[in-house]
């Protein structure tokens, strides 16, 4: 066999094995890489500003092929515009994920749509062959029994057109909701329910739901459930302790204007991540690390097992297989 024959057939032979893998993958497009930053939480945080700054600042170096922010981000109020205006420095497209807390002060999740230009409560969007499905996890179950506090629950009309969308897809797909589908302490009410969903969709031989990411949990952990990855992105800014642990770990000025953070440990430094997927099946994350402002967990006496997963100041970095 000549080198050009050679050449020719073992790129068919790699493309039926990527064709396998991913129906419908475009072989022009060989990958995906995105930047993730979750509950920056602008309304308590003093620097948030200067957090999504540095995030934006990165991107911009580092040009993944669009952004995404997990939810609990500000306000849909005027005062927050300038923040606005720092997040749409970046130069590429920018996507939203509402979380529970944007809605705080009597706000509504259609203000929150608006005031931050995002494509609706729910939807779903296609980039370099990939298929990305953002979930609003913030609507009411009217069951009498549900458990108190925010509402954490995907409507029977969010999950049948959650049904549709991914029946009307090809492409290998990533899930993004604020609360985790896998995590049953403050994670969707409907979780096993929304898990089972994207199951379904993995039937018949088509491994289509390959990535869920959330944020909420202020937390690094991993997931791998019936053949999806579960990934949840640690908070930009800190861990919530409460009043147990209260702690002022700036100035009294900062306490004075942001009294939350108090009963929060903070990270010194803002993280985030960056997500690549490729064509040969790998899901490549790369975090940050920073330590904790004043006094850690450990130290004031918390206790692990309320929180489940450990409370750390790093996104980990992760190889996965799909």
């Given at each position: 066999m000549d080198r050009k024959n050679f050449l020719t057939k073992t790129t068919l032979a790699g493309g039926a094995v990527l064709f396998a893998r991913f129906p419908a993958y475009t072989p022009a497009k060989k990958k995906i890489r995105f930047g993730v930053i979750a509950?920056?939480?602008?309304?308590?945080?003093?620097d948030a500003p200067e957090r999504l700054s540095a995030f934006i600042s990165a991107m911009n170096q580092e040009k993944p092929d669009f952004i995404l922010q997990m939810g609990d981000f500000c306000y849909p109020k005027k005062e927050n515009q300038p923040l606005m205006d720092i997040w749409n420095r970046f130069s590429g497209p920018r996507y939203h994920v509402i979380g529970n807390h944007d809605t705080d002060g009597g706000f509504t999740r259609e203000q929150v749509v608006e005031f931050w230009k995002a494509k609706g409560k729910y939807y779903s969007f296609d980039s370099n062959g990939f298929h990305f499905v953002i979930l609003d996890g913030n609507e009411h179950n009217s069951s009498k029994s549900r458990p108190p506090g925010y509402a954490r629950y995907i409507s029977s009309t969010q999950l049948q057109w959650l049904q549709e969308d991914l029946a009307a897809t090809a492409l290998p797909t990533i899930v993004c909701c604020h609360q985790g589908l896998d995590n049953d302490a403050g994670g969707l009410e409907n979780g096993t329910l929304l898990r089972y969903t994207l199951e379904q969709a993995n039937q018949r031989g088509k491994h289509k739901v390959i990535l869920v990411l959330s944020g909420h949990h202020h937390q690094d952990y991993y997931n791998h459930i019936n053949?999806?990855?579960?990934?949840?992105?640690?908070?930009?800014?800190?861990?919530?302790?409460?009043e147990k642990y209260k702690e002022i770990r700036y100035s009294a000025d900062i306490d004075k204007t942001h009294p939350w953070i108090k009963y929060t440990v903070p990270y010194k430094e803002p993280l985030w991540a960056t997500i690549e997927i490729t064509d040969n099946g790998s899901i490549t994350i790369k975090g940050r690390k920073t330590i904790f402002v004043g006094t850690t967990p450990e130290q004031l006496g918390v206790n692990p097992v309320e929180y489940i997963y450990p409370i750390v100041p790093y996104i980990s970095d992760r190889n996965l297989v799909i």
């Amino acid at each position: 066999m000549d080198r050009k024959n050679f050449l020719t057939k073992t790129t068919l032979a790699g493309g039926a094995v990527l064709f396998a893998r991913f129906p419908a993958y475009t072989p022009a497009k060989k990958k995906i890489r995105f930047g993730v930053i979750a509950d920056l939480h602008h309304d308590i945080m003093h620097d948030a500003p200067e957090r999504l700054s540095a995030f934006i600042s990165a991107m911009n170096q580092e040009k993944p092929d669009f952004i995404l922010q997990m939810g609990d981000f500000c306000y849909p109020k005027k005062e927050n515009q300038p923040l606005m205006d720092i997040w749409n420095r970046f130069s590429g497209p920018r996507y939203h994920v509402i979380g529970n807390h944007d809605t705080d002060g009597g706000f509504t999740r259609e203000q929150v749509v608006e005031f931050w230009k995002a494509k609706g409560k729910y939807y779903s969007f296609d980039s370099n062959g990939f298929h990305f499905v953002i979930l609003d996890g913030n609507e009411h179950n009217s069951s009498k029994s549900r458990p108190p506090g925010y509402a954490r629950y995907i409507s029977s009309t969010q999950l049948q057109w959650l049904q549709e969308d991914l029946a009307a897809t090809a492409l290998p797909t990533i899930v993004c909701c604020h609360q985790g589908l896998d995590n049953d302490a403050g994670g969707l009410e409907n979780g096993t329910l929304l898990r089972y969903t994207l199951e379904q969709a993995n039937q018949r031989g088509k491994h289509k739901v390959i990535l869920v990411l959330s944020g909420h949990h202020h937390q690094d952990y991993y997931n791998h459930i019936n053949g999806i990855h579960y990934v949840q992105i640690n908070s930009a800014s800190y861990q919530w302790l409460g009043e147990k642990y209260k702690e002022i770990r700036y100035s009294a000025d900062i306490d004075k204007t942001h009294p939350w953070i108090k009963y929060t440990v903070p990270y010194k430094e803002p993280l985030w991540a960056t997500i690549e997927i490729t064509d040969n099946g790998s899901i490549t994350i790369k975090g940050r690390k920073t330590i904790f402002v004043g006094t850690t967990p450990e130290q004031l006496g918390v206790n692990p097992v309320e929180y489940i997963y450990p409370i750390v100041p790093y996104i980990s970095d992760r190889n996965l297989v799909i």
